[in-house]
């Protein structure tokens, strides 16, 4: 059983530089989700998407994009990348209601 | 802001002993989420409690849930070293849509050998 599966693992950038996380999910969840994890703090949501095609903005939206254009498939991405975006990154998916929540294992993005 | 609230931020005992951490929110919710994070790894989901639930039990976990306090904690009995590890309380607030969880700032369990 996959679960939820991000990728890249890790990865370093440079001020100024674009990339995309993607995230998959094989459980049939209409919901997914965007978070981020800094040093010593809970997750905080980035954007989320309730169902294919669909995207609203979270706790901290800023500097971000998303698309959900298959149900199993959300991406995020940040087309300049700035170093308070030095984080690690969580996707998650879930039924409706909040149940089901499953994490993938996360990303940790540096941007120098 | 965050939600969720949780006391203590850091605990430390024994190999055997309970451990009970605290969690406060501020808005009404529909249900109340633990997970568990080791160092440098994702999260793990721990125990789900819904609003009209007071006490829920799974293995050597125990949630609470006070809703006119708006507070819940996590006792973990007879603890072992293996549960050394961040432990996160997360809510699924009523008013708001998307199922979004809204996270504390977590409790460092260190549990000695």
């Known amino acids: 059983n996959a679960g939820v599966t991000q990728t890249p693992k890790f990865r370093v950038l440079k001020t100024g530089q674009s990339m995309t996380l993607l995230c998959a999910q094989d459980?049939?969840?209409?919901?997914m989700y965007w978070y981020r994890q800094d040093p010593g703090m809970g997750l905080r949501l980035i954007h989320y998407?309730?169902?294919?095609?669909?995207?609203a903005k979270g706790e901290v939206p800023d500097g971000y994009n998303v698309s959900r254009l298959k149900k199993q498939n959300f991406l995020l991405g940040l087309e300049s990348a700035a170093p308070s975006q030095t984080s690690v990154y969580f996707c998650?998916?879930?039924?409706?209601?909040?149940?089901?929540?499953?994490f993938g294992s996360g990303t940790r993005l540096t941007v120098v | 802001s965050q939600q969720g609230e949780e006391d203590p931020q850091a605990l430390s005992i024994q190999e055997g002993e309970n451990a009970t951490m605290n969690c406060s929110y501020k808005?009404?919710?529909?249900?109340l989420q633990w997970y568990r994070q080791n160092s440098g790894r994702g999260l793990v989901h721990l125990i789900l409690?819904?609003?009209?639930?007071r006490e829920k039990h799974s293995g050597r976990l125990r949630v609470t849930l006070d809703t006119s306090k708006k507070s819940s904690s996590l006792l973990i009995t007879a603890s072992r070293a293996a549960d050394t590890a961040s432990y996160f309380c997360?809510?699924?607030?009523?008013?708001?849509?998307?199922?979004?969880?809204?996270f504390g700032e977590g409790t460092q369990l260190t549990v000695n050998p």
């Open positions: 998650a998916s879930s039924y409706p209601g909040g149940y089901g929540y499953t």
């Open positions: 459980m049939n969840h209409e919901y």
């Open positions: 998407s309730v169902g294919e095609g669909t995207t």
């Open positions: 808005t009404s919710i529909n249900n």
């Open positions: 409690i819904r609003s009209n639930e």
């Open positions: 997360a809510t699924t607030p009523l008013e708001t849509s998307g199922s979004r969880l809204t």
